[in-house]
């Protein structure tokens, strides 16, 4: 079972950076994409950045540029830079895990497909 707990968020001033982390302390598996989401209150989860098992990165515009994705798989960890940090950046920052057993393309930006989550960490980017 996959156990996901991230780490790393807090409160920086626009044009800050913040380095997150997404740990799994459960069972070693192989994932196809590891994701990064991020939710306001009152607002629905969105997609952030994925990285397929195979080293592939893709980002949302809105974070395209600013934010990096990098996976440590000894470690079984995933780590978002987030560089040039603005307020509408703020959020609660999950990762998840897509299991699903799939070879090449992109990962997927859709909730329902990643079945694991970790409990999520808050950035606060203030002006």
């Known amino acids: 079972q996959v156990q996901l707990a991230e780490s790393g968020g807090g409160s920086v001033q626009a044009g800050g950076s913040l380095r997150l982390s997404c740990s799994n302390s459960?069972?070693?598996?192989?994932?196809?994409?590891m994701g990064w989401f991020r939710q306001v209150p009152g607002k629905q989860r969105e997609w952030v950045s994925g990285i397929t098992s195979d080293g592939r990165t893709s980002y949302a515009d809105y974070v395209q540029g600013r934010f990096t994705i990098s996976a440590d798989n000894g470690k079984s960890t995933i780590y978002l830079q987030m560089n040039n940090l603005k307020p509408e950046d703020t959020a609660i920052y999950f990762c998840a895990a897509d299991l699903r057993e799939i070879a090449g393309g992109s990962c997927s930006t859709a909730v329902s497909v990643f079945g694991s989550w970790g409990q999520g960490t808050q950035v606060t980017v203030s002006s």
């Open positions: 459960g069972d070693a598996v192989g994932y196809y994409c």
